[in-house]
């Protein structure tokens, strides 16, 4: 990793690294056969054979090439790509993808982590409603090139929801996902911004009763950190830059020092959705202490 490489320099190398080419994708890597459904990282390089027969590969400075399979699901193809293959791409050229979805406010990234269902998106989404435009979906990417403050490159993957978050949102429909899915691809009503942004905040999503925002402080923020971490992309980072204990004990203790995390309670459903958005709005403004 370069110290000296700035954020523009990092979202350049991005878009060089994640350049796609038609070509013949070898059947494994590194002496270990990959068969469909599954992926190996190792030397430098990812691959990835999809159940439908299309292989991938990443090689660094060759960019991705696909072997497409005769009848191949095009629409599936666009996941892998937004989803494994970039997330391999980032790790193995200095990236720590963390779980969260995220928008942009005041020059700096609110992110919000949880588990699958904990409304990650459709918070992201909802709160263009007031103007906050979406950074991410899913997965966040923080530049680990210069350790002096986290920057995090924008959203690689369009936003995705299913039909009752995309009415409570208001976002605008841009087509299916895909077969079995379940949602559609998005437009949120704020747009979505295209710039690296420092990270702002860490948010941890609960259920409950009430509303409540509680900030997260000491050892609390490694857990925290362990939540956000909880996700196939962590098993990436980890294949590709091989850390030790204390290498990763370290990541974390720099995270939990640099950025500020809350954990934020709220009731989920329709009917609160509104005064939801409102809160978190007001906390994020500055207007609302925890």
Same mark, same amino acid.
């Not at 998005?186 to 925002?213: K, N, Q």
């Not at 091989?242 to 709220?266: D, K, Y």
């Given at each position: 990793?370069?110290?000296?490489?700035?954020? *523009?320099?990092?979202q350049a190398l991005l878009a060089c690294e994640t350049r796609l080419a038609e070509?013949?994708?070898?059947?494994?890597?590194?002496?270990?056969?990959?068969?469909?459904? +599954?992926?190996?990282?190792? *030397?430098? $390089?990812?691959?990835?054979?999809?159940?439908?027969?299309?292989?991938?590969?990443?090689?660094?400075? +060759? #960019? /991705?090439?696909?072997?497409?399979?005769a009848g191949g699901d095009r629409a599936a193809e666009e996941l892998w790509l937004?989803?494994?293959?970039?997330?391999?791409?980032?790790?193995?050229?200095?990236?720590?993808?963390?779980?969260?979805?995220?928008?942009?406010?005041?020059?700096?990234? /609110?992110?919000?982590?949880?588990?699958?269902?904990?409304?990650?998106?459709?918070?992201?989404?909802?709160?263009?409603?007031?103007?906050?435009?979406?950074?991410?979906?899913?997965?966040?990417?923080?530049?680990?090139?210069?350790?002096?403050?986290?920057?995090?490159?924008?959203?690689?993957?369009?936003?995705?929801?299913?039909?009752? $978050?995309?009415?409570?949102?208001?976002?605008?429909?841009?087509?299916?996902?895909?077969? #079995?899915?379940?949602?559609?691809?998005?437009?949120?009503?704020?747009?979505?911004? $295209?710039?690296?942004?420092?990270?702002?905040?860490?948010?941890?999503? $609960?259920?409950? *009763?009430?509303?409540?925002?509680?900030?997260?402080? #000491?050892?609390?923020?490694?857990?925290?950190?362990? *939540?956000?971490?909880?996700?196939?992309?962590?098993?990436?980072?980890?294949?590709?830059?091989?850390?030790?204990?204390?290498? /990763?004990?370290?990541?974390?203790?720099?995270?939990?020092?640099?950025?500020?995390?809350?954990?934020?309670?709220?009731?989920?459903?329709?009917?609160?959705?509104?005064?939801?958005?409102?809160?978190?709005?007001?906390?994020?403004?500055? +207007?609302?202490?925890?």
């Amino acid at each position: 990793m370069n110290p000296q490489r700035t954020p *523009e320099q990092s979202q350049a190398l991005l878009a060089c690294e994640t350049r796609l080419a038609e070509g013949r994708v070898p059947a494994c890597l590194g002496g270990v056969v990959v068969p469909p459904g +599954q992926y190996r990282l190792a *030397e430098n $390089a990812f691959l990835l054979h999809a159940e439908d027969g299309t292989r991938f590969i990443y090689r660094r400075g +060759q #960019g /991705i090439t696909v072997q497409r399979a005769a009848g191949g699901d095009r629409a599936a193809e666009e996941l892998w790509l937004n989803g494994s293959i970039y997330a391999a791409v980032a790790c193995l050229n200095g990236f720590l993808p963390l779980h969260a979805s995220a928008v942009a406010h005041d020059g700096q990234v /609110i992110a919000f982590t949880g588990p699958a269902g904990a409304g990650k998106s459709t918070l992201a989404a909802g709160l263009g409603r007031l103007g906050m435009p979406l950074f991410c979906d899913d997965t966040l990417l923080v530049d680990l090139a210069d350790r002096r403050h986290p920057v995090c490159m924008p959203g690689h993957k369009r936003l995705k929801l299913r039909d009752d $978050a995309l009415s409570l949102t208001g976002a605008a429909v841009a087509g299916p996902v895909g077969a #079995g899915t379940g949602k559609s691809y998005a437009r949120p009503i704020a747009g979505d911004v $295209a710039a690296p942004l420092p990270l702002g905040e860490l948010i941890a999503l $609960a259920d409950g *009763e009430d509303f409540s925002w509680q900030a997260v402080n #000491g050892a609390q923020r490694l857990a925290l950190l362990n *939540e956000a971490s909880d996700h196939h992309t962590h098993d990436l980072f980890l294949a590709a830059t091989r850390p030790s204990r204390s290498g /990763i004990f370290a990541l974390w203790a720099w995270l939990a020092g640099a950025v500020p995390m809350a954990r934020l309670t709220r009731p989920r459903g329709a009917a609160n959705f509104d005064a939801v958005l409102a809160r978190v709005a007001e906390r994020i403004g500055g +207007q609302e202490q925890a």
